[in-house]
C-alpha cells in the first residue's frame, strides 16, 4: 500500500533552516508529481509547493518563495523540503503527498515549530 513518511522536523531559532523528507513506498514514485502542504494550529491545510514528476519543474507558494527548495530523489523514493531563513508564522505539521491524490492522502507529518 501506499505509504508517506515525512521526518526531519522539530524546533528551530527564527532564521534557521530545516530540510525535511518524505520516504514514499507503494507506488511508482517517478510517475508522480508530489506536494508540501503544511497545517498550523486551529487553521486549515495550506499548499507549500510542487514538484513534477522528472524534478524539472516546481512552484510555490509567495509567503515560502525564495526561502524554501523542492526536490526529490527519484532513485531513492524521497521528497525533500529545504527550508531556509524560518519564521515563526512557519510554525506547522508539514504533509507530503502525491498532487493526484492531494484531497485524500498524506503521511503522518512532521512538526516544525520556529520559535526563541
Known amino acids: 500500500q501506499v505509504q508517506l513518511v515525512e521526518s526531519g522536523g522539530g524546533l528551530v531559532q527564527p532564521g534557521g533552516s530545516l530540510r525535511l523528507s518524505c520516504a514514499a513506498s507503494?507506488?511508482?514514485?517517478?510517475?508522480?508529481?508530489m506536494r508540501w502542504v503544511r497545517q498550523a494550529p486551529g487553521k486549515g491545510l495550506e499548499w507549500i509547493s510542487d514538484?513534477?514528476?522528472?524534478?524539472?519543474?516546481?512552484s510555490y507558494t509567495d509567503s515560502v518563495k525564495g526561502r524554501f527548495t523542492i526536490s526529490r530523489d527519484n532513485g531513492k523514493n524521497t521528497l525533500y523540503l529545504q527550508m531556509n531563513s524560518l519564521k515563526p508564522e512557519d510554525t506547522s505539521v508539514y504533509f507530503c503527498?502525491?498532487?493526484?491524490?492531494?484531497?485524500?492522502?498524506r503521511g503522518q507529518g512532521t512538526q516544525v515549530t520556529v520559535s526563541s
Open positions: 503527498t502525491r498532487v493526484a491524490y492531494s484531497d485524500s492522502e
Open positions: 507503494g507506488f511508482a514514485f517517478n510517475r508522480y508529481a
Open positions: 514538484i513534477n514528476a522528472g524534478g524539472t519543474s516546481t
